[in-house]
């Protein structure tokens, strides 16, 4: 802790002081010429109130663009950070909305050709799903429940890969991984607990920041 105050102490007298001593090195030559040029009648003559000026420019560009700087900087990175967490949360609809779309296509069908064409759908999906759960878990500074969003991803992978063993083992008739899809019951049931899960701590945080 006392670390970290020191730095950042160091940061803003590295930031300030140099402000302050171009301030001085400007304004101090340019103001002396000014009020050298102001006459005790006249104290606005044009280049006396022209240096002025100046130096008021100057001065204010010295302090204040650099704070208009910060803060568009800092709205830029919160935009951007906001744009991540949209994007995951696109993500996750895309893999329900693939898993849900391959289910009603079993039931619709139930044709072995479907099985087979949707069953490697979801094989396909278990990569995403990867990739997804390794970008969150590099993404921890976007997340206040990153541990939530951690645990649910690592459970829906599971979750695929339980469909991944039963596709290269079983019968269809067997498949009770596949009945529980279809039916929405049974293993499904760890699926829709992990996606409510994931779905509600991404909503959260969207639609909140």
Known sequence: MLRAQE??????????????LL???IGLPLAGAAFGLLGPEDCRTELGGGLLE???LLLVGIWVKPFVDDVLASRDRAAARARQREDFL???RDVHGTIMSARDLMNAHGSARTYGEQMRRLLELRAEVVEITEDVKVSAHLFEEHNVLVDGLEDLVVWLEGGDSLHETLEASEMTWV????????TFEAYDESIRAVKSTLRKTVYSA
Do not use: C
């Not at 730095?7 to 302050?20: F, H, M, Y």
């Not at 009945?179 to 049974?186: A, N, P, S, T, V």
């Open 7 to 20: 730095v950042s102490r160091s940061r803003l007298i590295g930031r300030v002081l140099p402000r302050i």
């Open 23 to 25: 301030s001085l090195a």
């Open 54 to 56: 100046l130096a008021l």
């Open 90 to 92: 696109r993500r996750v």
């Open 179 to 186: 009945r529980g899809l279809m039916d929405m019951e049974g």
